[in-house]
């Protein structure tokens, strides 16, 4: 039953809020099924994004070759040449916009949660993310228009990227005894192999 209970963190970003997208956000997760364990809404701190973020070993790197390929896609010159000088230009960008304002901190539980929670979220870009998910749907920014100026791609969302993602991600948001643990009834349907109950 292990994979009934996976955990993954969600965050609505500034612009997320400052659009009144809270709940048009959580309707879409929460009708897929998932189980909201945690939500607490604030202004995070420059400290904590940058814990968020760097809590993933090989983050900056990985992000910054990212970056890099992009601007090369472009026929551009990257910055920088090093992927790490490059993921840390991308982290400063971040840093600057979560803790712009408010944010929606979330943990949704349930089978195969990260994954779920990444299709209906769509991929980074949102000019690029699948119609239908919420970045594809409810907003236009690209990487183009990010970078033109110098800052980073508002699209949305933090989701984590995997159960290891999800398990480093979860503390640093909420301490243990504000993830809650409770039974929702359409668990039965879910998951219960037997479906009793329904027939009167
Ligand atoms: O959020 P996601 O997992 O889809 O993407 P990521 O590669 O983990 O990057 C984290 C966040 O950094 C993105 O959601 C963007 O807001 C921002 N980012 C950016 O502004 N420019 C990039 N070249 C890459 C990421
Ligand atoms: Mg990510």
Not at 63 to 89: H, M, V, W
Not at 120 to 131: A, I, K, N, R, Y
Not at 143 to 148: E, G, I, K, Q, V
Request: net charge neutral.
């Amino acid at each position: 039953m292990i994979q009934q209970r996976e955990r993954t963190l969600v965050l609505i970003k500034p612009d997320g809020v400052q659009r009144s997208l809270i709940g048009e956000i959580i309707r879409r997760y929460e009708r897929t099924g998932l189980k909201l364990a945690a939500l607490k809404f604030f202004i995070p701190s420059e400290e904590l994004i940058e814990k968020q973020y760097s809590s993933h070993e090989g983050w900056l790197e990985s992000t910054g070759r990212k970056s890099i390929a992009a601007y090369e896609k472009k026929g551009l010159r990257p910055p920088f040449n090093d992927a790490i000088q490059c993921g840390k230009a991308v982290l400063a960008r971040l840093i600057k916009y979560l803790s712009s304002g408010p944010v929606v901190v979330m943990v949704w539980e349930g089978n195969q949660a990260v994954g779920v929670v990444r299709k209906v979220t769509g991929g980074t870009e949102p000019l690029t993310s699948d119609v239908g998910t919420i970045r594809g749907d409810l907003t236009v920014d690209s990487y183009d228009l990010a970078d033109s100026g110098d800052r980073a791609v508002r699209n949305l969302i933090h989701a984590s990227g995997s159960p290891a993602e999800a398990e480093k991600e979860i503390p640093i948001w909420f301490k243990k005894d504000e993830i809650v643990k409770y039974n929702i009834i359409q668990e039965k349907i879910l998951y219960d192999v037997n479906l009793d109950g329904i027939k009167e």
